[in-house]
C-alpha cells in the first residue's frame, strides 16, 4: 500500500481490515466512506436507491452520472468547477480521507477513486473490496435516509486550474487524438490499446448495452477483459497472477520496460470509461509498474457513435 506521501498521485487499495483500523485511529482526519456504487444501462437496479436502504455508516455517495460533464455520453469528466459544486453539496474537505467503495465488489468504485485523484484529491483508497467488508460482518447501517450524504455542506478547495490541466493531459486522452493515432497506424506499433469490454462485446458476437451504439472494437485493440484482473471474489488478484493475466495477451507484465517494449504508452478503453480504470489500476498501483496509462474517457460509447464504419472491426482482433 501506497504512504500518505505518494497519495497526492495515486491512489490505492485497503483491505477492510485496514479500513476499520483507519475509521478508529485517533489521528484527528475524518475517514469517509464513499458510496460510488454504478450499474449498466440494461441492469435493472438503482444504486442511489440501493444506498438510501443500506450503506456503510457514515457514507455519501458519489454519482459517476451527476459528477459529470454535460455530455451525450455517459459520465464523462466534468470541469473542475463542476467537480468543486460536487464536492460542496457532498459535504468532502479536501483533508479528508476517502476510502470509495461498490457494492458490486471491483467495477466501478475505481473509476471514482481516479476521478477524486485526478482532480487532486490527496488521500484516497479503494476498498478491497465491499463484498469482503460485508463478509467480515463490519458495521453496516441499514436505516432509511432520503440524502445522498450525512454531511453539511462543505467549501472544497480545487487545484489550480493549471496542475489540473497537466493532470488531465498526463492521464486522458480524447476521440479527435485517439483517432489521428489510429488513422496514422499508431496504434499497435508505437501505442497499446487495451479494451476492457467482455470479449463478446469487442468482437461484436454481442451488442452494446446502449441502444444505438455500433457493435465492434478499435482497430488493433487488444482484448484485456477486466474480471481476468480479479479474484472470484472480485478483489484484485496479485502480482503474480496479474503478470499471467497480462502474458494471455502478450504481454509481459515484469517490468515497466518489458510492458512497454517498442510502444511509448499505453491507452486504456472499455464502454464508458469506467472498468478501464480496472485495467490502469492493475499496471500502475498493483503491479507498480511506472507505465505511462491514459483513460480514453469517452471510450466505445464514443467511438461506437462517431467513428467511421472502416475504423469499427468485428471479429477477433
Known sequence: MASDDDMSKFFTTI?????????????????????????LPNVAKSAVDEFKRQRIAGAVYFDLDKVASESKYPHMLPSLQQFKLAMDALGINKDDKLVVYDRQGTFSGPRAAWTLSLYGHPKVYVLDNYLAYESHGYP????????????????????????????YEQQVIEYDELLKLVEDGKVGSEVILLDARPHARFTAETPEPRPGVKSGHIPRSKNLPFPKLLNEDKTFKSKQDLVKAFADIGIDATSAEAFLGPHKEVIVSCGSGTTAVIVKFAIQNVLGLDVPVRVYDGSWSEWGDKAPEELVVTGEA
Do not use: C, M
Not at 15 to 39: E, I, M, N
Open 140 to 167: 453496516i447501517d441499514d436505516s432509511k435516509v432520503d440524502n445522498v450524504t450525512p454531511l453539511p455542506a462543505s467549501d472544497y478547495e480545487v487545484i489550480p486550474e493549471e496542475e489540473f490541466k497537466q493532470n
Open 15 to 39: 483491505t477492510p481490515g485496514a479500513f476499520r483500523a483507519l475509521q478508529q485511529s485517533k489521528h484527528g482526519v475524518r475517514v469517509v466512506p464513499l458510496d460510488a456504487t454504478w450499474y
